[in-house]
């Protein structure tokens, strides 16, 4: 179970960077390990301007190959790799995305003749089960270790089982094959029974941490204490999903169940809403519904059209709308734990109670 979960929102515009909001990526931090969610063009700037260090940038999730999610990752790449130039045997750069991210990324360095001082490995999501493989004629680039070929099962697939958390992925609604992303934290063991230890005879120190650790103390009259007799309910650890742009999160919904946090775009107003779905896109009923289908506790709106201001300083006109007021519209259809999101807002992702 990790200790401190937070976000950071690099840019949470659609379509392009503007002066004043950047296009899509987030940071999700796992005990200051950095787990990045998109890269749209720029991202590298807004990176700089935040307070997450590029070292310690060790994974990179595309949701789709759109440019406002893409076009700033050869870049971004090249700047994330931090002590690189000075460690022998860096550790790689893992990119997780749909087929086609690997040419992307491979053509790209190639091609500006870029070279980096880390590795990097690709893992391509095959959304449109087209039974995709590594076509190993490609000439690889230099840093590329060999890419491989993630296939989804009814739509969705976990992508990787760590120490502190998994995170799965499940295909999402779009004008390009597209997908969410889902962090779950590990359960953590329940709080120690501290006076049933006491009555055992056992005193605070290392046989407490031998418990809480899931092993087993033996007692001077040769019986066993198990962690399961000492120990309260197990904690569940905390959820995030982050999704790509999308007018359909059906298949993915039950890899969503009860999230702390739901990232969700909202594109347009809920008045345009048949433009934005002709176009793969929400609306901020759209989300705050599928919140309430997920039992979410709490929905955050990105992936604003430029035409949203992020306050009502910058509105130049009576007809300008901030995203406020599509918060406002989310919680007009009964889903009332809504934020918008901004650029560089940091927020923590806070247990359970």
């Not at 860096?90 to 086609?100: I, N, T």
């Not at 990324?105 to 490995?121: A, N």
């Not at 680039?141 to 760590?162: F, M, P, Q, R």
């Not at 990232?263 to 929400?282: M, N, P, R, V, W």
């Amino acid at each position: 179970m990790a200790s401190t979960i937070d976000l950071v929102f690099l840019g949470t515009g659609s379509c392009y960077p503007s002066p004043v909001r950047g296009a899509s990526s987030i940071i999700l931090r796992v005990d200051g390990e950095c787990l990045m969610f998109d890269c749209g063009e720029g991202t590298q700037i807004q990176y700089q301007k935040s307070n997450v260090k590029p070292g310690k940038l060790s994974k990179i999730f595309i949701t789709h190959l759109h440019g406002d999610h893409l076009f700033g990752l050869p870049g971004l790449m090249c700047l994330a790799q931090g002590s690189a130039y000075n460690d022998e045997n860096p550790d790689p750069l893992y990119l997780y995305g749909p087929v086609g991210l690997a040419r992307y990324v491979r053509e790209s360095l190639k091609l500006s003749g870029t070279e980096l001082c880390k590795p990097y490995k690709v893992f391509e999501i095959d959304i449109e089960s087209t039974g995709a493989v590594v076509k190993e004629c490609d000439v690889k680039h230099i840093n590329e270790l060999d890419s491989e070929i993630i296939t989804l099962s009814n739509g969705v697939a976990k992508l990787l089982e760590g120490s502190k958390y998994s995170i799965s992925v499940g295909i999402l609604k779009h004008k390009l094959p597209c997908v969410g992303y889902v962090l779950e934290e590990h359960a953590s063991p329940g709080s120690l029974n501290t006076e049933l230890l006491k009555q055992l005879g056992l005193k605070p120190g290392p046989q407490y941490g031998a418990l809480k650790s899931g092993k087993s103390i033996r007692l001077p009259d040769g019986s066993l204490v198990t962690p399961d007799m000492v120990t309260g309910k197990e904690k569940a650890g905390r959820k995030v999903v982050i999704l790509g742009d999308t007018c359909d999160n059906t298949q993915i919904e039950a890899l969503c169940l009860n999230a702390d946090i739901i990232i969700h775009e909202a594109t347009h107003q809920d008045e345009l809403k048949e433009k934005a779905i002709t176009y793969g896109h929400s609306t901020p009923s759209m989300a705050a519904e599928f919140c309430k289908r997920t039992n979410a506790k709490q929905l955050i709106l990105t992936h604003f059209s430029q035409r949203y201001h992020d306050s009502e300083e910058t509105c130049k006109t009576e007809d300008d709308v901030t995203t406020q007021f599509l918060v406002e519209q989310a919680i007009q259809s009964k889903f009332e734990n809504v934020l918008a999101a901004r650029d560089f807002l940091c927020l923590p992702v806070t247990r359970k109670s």
